[in-house]
């Protein structure tokens, strides 16, 4: 009786193995969910180098935008309010960023600057300076 508690007791390990390795399968990455709709590399095989020349470019001016607020913002310290200009240049993006600089009770007299942010093709970060520093509730004098 022991004996054939024994070999139901493998029978039933050499199952879960199989269980373990077919689930295992299941986790590895699929190379076929890291190439997009256009044929263009992501994921995993981004991150290992494997990038297509377009993949890198930023396109799309609000990509642009959104990349030159957060990376500002991790630099200054300081959250943007808005974007008063966007240029497409041969080699990237230029914007001109406005940040809260010093906020203040009422509000018309927080202390805001204009940023000139300059981004390279792939939206990175590649300059900037402050232009400008201002009250909110004051208007310009030209």
Known sequence: MADTRRSEDTRSTDAEDTQDTEHDEDTEPDESRDTARDGSRTGAN???????????????????????????ALLTGQRAEGVSSLTRTEDGWELTIEVLELERVPDTMSLLASYEVSLDAGGNLTGYRRTRRYERGRADRK
């Open 46 to 72: 981004r991150r290992n180098g494997h990038r297509s020349e377009a993949a890198d470019r930023v396109s799309n001016p609000l990509d642009a935008v959104r990349r030159a607020q957060d990376q500002l």
